[in-house]
């Protein structure tokens, strides 16, 4: 029987750490994959901030060429303390809050297949980009799957 890890790769995108000002999360390739799972895990603090969560795309994992990448919804856990089922929640103008509830843990669930990208003129690459959240701290992780070549005994890399 086959186990997760020799189905996904996970890549840490964001260490846990205080969203002190606008972030850049690490970019990854979709070029080996055809989907991917981002894990947005936000403890908020006390503040009435919200932090804006938007995708960009680009045609390398350097973000030389970003352009907004568009979805329509995400996953949503406001209080994981009290809760483990996420919520589908729309979202406005390919853009979300990590809002959440105050002084509690948050976890949002971004679903994008690859040909949702920009592929016609090589888009493969795809970041998270989140606002400021004075009081909070976050870590995302992205879970790859589908890959496009199977090898049993590897990973391909997501982002070199």
């Given at each position: 029987m086959r186990q997760l890890i020799q189905e996904v790769q996970p890549v840490v995108g964001l260490t846990p750490g205080a969203i002190t000002g606008a972030v850049t999360v690490d970019t990854i390739s979709l070029a080996n994959y055809q989907h991917v799972t981002i894990f947005l895990q936000v403890t908020k603090g006390a503040g009435t901030e919200t932090g804006a969560v938007a995708l960009t795309q680009d045609t390398a994992v350097t973000a030389t060429a970003a352009k907004a990448l568009g979805f329509d919804w995400v996953w949503k856990t406001a209080d994981a303390a009290t809760t483990d089922v996420p919520v589908k929640t729309a979202?406005?103008?390919?853009?979300?809050?990590?809002?959440?509830?105050?002084?509690?843990?948050?976890?949002?669930?971004?679903?994008?297949?690859?040909?949702?990208?920009?592929?016609?003129?090589?888009?493969?690459?795809?970041?998270?980009?989140?606002?400021?959240?004075?009081?909070?701290?976050?870590?995302?992780?992205?879970?790859?799957?589908?890959?496009?070549?199977?090898?049993?005994?590897?990973?391909?890399?997501?982002?070199?």
């Open positions: 979202v406005t103008s390919d853009t979300f809050n990590m809002g959440g509830v105050a002084s509690k843990n948050s976890l949002f669930v971004i679903e994008i297949d690859s040909d949702s990208l920009d592929v016609d003129n090589d888009f493969d690459c795809l970041t998270l980009t989140l606002g400021t959240l004075v009081t909070g701290t976050a870590s995302v992780l992205y879970v790859l799957s589908q890959p496009r070549f199977i090898d049993q005994t590897t990973h391909i890399t997501a982002i070199a």
